[in-house]
Nanobody, 123 residues
Framework: QVQLAESGGGLVQAGGSLRLSCAAS????????MGWFRQAPGKEREFVAV????????DYAHSVKGRFTISRDNAKNTVYLQMNSLKPEDTAVYYC????????????????WGKGTLVTVSS
């Protein structure tokens, strides 16, 4: 089983930036597609970003494209989500997810999930 632990959430003003981290217990991070999802108050969980096992392919939700960047450091068993130009509508609990399948969770039914980290963006 893969354990995932998110960190880096907090309170920021609109226009600010945050970098979320996801520490994974997997022996080889490159064996997993990795993704970020979020759930705003009163709403259902939604897709944010995903990266293939190789790191060669990424996909982003339209609402965050150009502002958020997913990356990974396999040596550190860590996945990141760099969030720039944050908006109040980005306020949500952000979840890290992992899947051993090749096609980015085939797509995107991720198998393993973290417990989430809260991001609050004020006006």
């Amino acid at each position: 089983q893969v354990q995932l632990a998110e960190s880096g959430g907090g309170l920021v003003q609109a226009g600010g930036s945050l970098r979320l981290s996801c520490a994974a217990s997997a022996r080889t991070l490159s064996s997993y597609s990795m993704g970020w999802f979020r759930q705003a108050p009163g709403k259902e969980r939604e897709f944010v970003a995903v990266m293939s096992r190789s790191g060669g392919s990424t996909d982003y939700a339209h609402s965050v494209k150009g502002r958020f960047t997913i990356s990974r450091d396999n040596a550190k068993n860590t996945v990141y989500l760099q969030m720039n130009s944050l908006k109040p509508e980005d306020t949500a609990v952000y979840y890290c997810a992992a899947d051993p399948r090749a096609l980015m969770g085939e797509v995107y039914g991720m198998e393993y999930w973290g417990k989430g980290t809260l991001v609050t963006v004020s006006s």
